[in-house]
Nanobody, 122 residues
Framework: QAQLVESGGGLVQAGDSLRLSCTDS????????MGWFRQAPGNERSFVVG???????EWADSVKGRFAVSRHRDVNTITLQTDSPKPEDTAVYYC????????????????WGQGIQVTVSS
């Protein structure tokens, strides 16, 4: 059973570095997709990025080019970072994971972390 725990986030200034990490402590092998979603105030939760076990990556157009993602299968961890956060990146960020061998597509994510608040001030 997946157990996703996020870390990082908090309050950052626009233009500072932002780094989020998530570890799946409930499964032994990283043969499943991991990714990030976010939910801004008043909005629905939206897809940010997904990475499958081979490293294939899917990005939301809204963040492509500004964020970077790293997947570390040996420790079941995924990180999301940017050196240019903007106030519109303010949201609760959720780590997500899918079943083994699934692609990193938005509909394949079934397991969720608790969410972590990120606030970007201007």
């Amino acid at each position: 059973q997946a157990q996703l725990v996020e870390s990082g986030g908090g309050l950052v200034q626009a233009g500072d570095s932002l780094r989020l990490s998530c570890t799946d402590s409930g499964r032994a092998f990283g043969s499943y997709p991991m990714g990030w979603f976010r939910q801004a105030p008043g909005n629905e939760r939206s897809f940010v990025v997904g990475v499958d076990w081979k490293g294939n990556t899917e990005w939301a157009d809204s963040v492509k080019g500004r964020f970077a993602v790293s997947r570390h299968r040996d420790v079941n961890t995924i990180t999301l970072q940017t050196d240019s956060p903007k106030p519109e990146d303010t949201a609760v960020y959720y780590c997500a994971a899918g079943d083994p061998w699934a692609p990193p597509n938005i509909g394949e994510f079934r397991y969720w972390g608790q969410g972590i608040q990120v606030t970007v001030s201007s």
